[in-house]
């Protein structure tokens, strides 16, 4: 059975900690790993990986892709309170109508 | 990005009877419209695929017969909850994607702002 396992489910930590987020997964036939950040309503998209090995950065964000361990994680360094959201981890896979499965999330709460 | 949009934005309906939720493409032609469900502080759960003019494929646990699914045009996807009762109160939110290129390189799905379904 395909699915996407995020840890940890929740993470609480202080103005200017950095964290880092986990997303293993287990699908067929793998096309692509997507990062979202969610607020209060729909997702926002972060980042895509294909490729292993290569990072991916946006401003305080990065994430990597391992597709040997079959994991990526996403960095937030120099947290701050609006990176408060819960986020998603989600792989899409090939053939089976370009499915995306979702992983659980990570809840992160910044205190000040 | 690309912008999908959700008509209503949150419904509160009695128990039996049935809501429609529209999600349009706005900007882009959406050949695959996903519809998921977000229960309270948890992940989306994919309910349905729907490609344009065929029928949707429901995800295993999904009554087919209670969430009818329509996807007649590249632009516009519809999830009815047939005789809705509170257990089907949740936030629904849908996605769109294109097969083409021209969108994105990425071939990402966006979401439209969910609607917030509430059943007395």
């Known amino acids: 059975e395909d699915k996407v396992v995020q840890s940890p489910l929740s993470l609480v930590v202080h103005e200017g900690d950095t964290v880092t987020l986990n997303c293993s997964y287990e699908v067929t036939n793998f096309r692509s790993l997507l990062w979202y950040k969610q607020e209060k309503k729909a997702p926002t998209f972060l980042f895509m990986l294909t490729s292993s090995g290569i990072e991916k950065k946006s401003g305080r964000l990065s994430s990597i892709l391992d597709k040997k361990e079959l994991f990526s994680i996403l960095n937030i360094t120099a947290t701050q309170t609006g990176d408060s959201a819960i986020y998603l981890c989600a792989v899409e896979a090939r053939d089976t109508g370009n499915q995306f499965y979702f992983g659980t999330g990570t809840s992160l709460t910044v205190i000040p | ?120």
Not at chain 2, 49 to 64: D, F, I, L, P, R
């Open chain 2, 1 to 120: 990005g690309a912008v999908v949009s959700q008509h209503p934005s949150w419904v509160i309906c009695k128990s039996g009877t049935s809501v429609k939720i529209e999600c349009r493409s706005l900007d882009f032609q959406a050949t695959t419209m996903f519809w998921y469900r977000q229960f309270p502080k948890q992940s989306l759960m994919l309910m349905a695929t729907s490609n344009e003019g065929s029928k949707a494929t429901y995800e295993q646990g999904v009554e087919k017969d209670k969430f009818l699914i329509n996807h007649a045009s590249l632009t516009l996807s519809t999830l009815t909850v047939t005789s809705a009762h509170p257990e089907d109160s949740s936030f629904y939110i849908c996605s769109g994607r294109t097969s083409g290129r021209g969108l994105s390189s990425y071939n990402e799905q966006f979401f439209g702002p969910g609607t917030r379904l509430t059943v007395l």
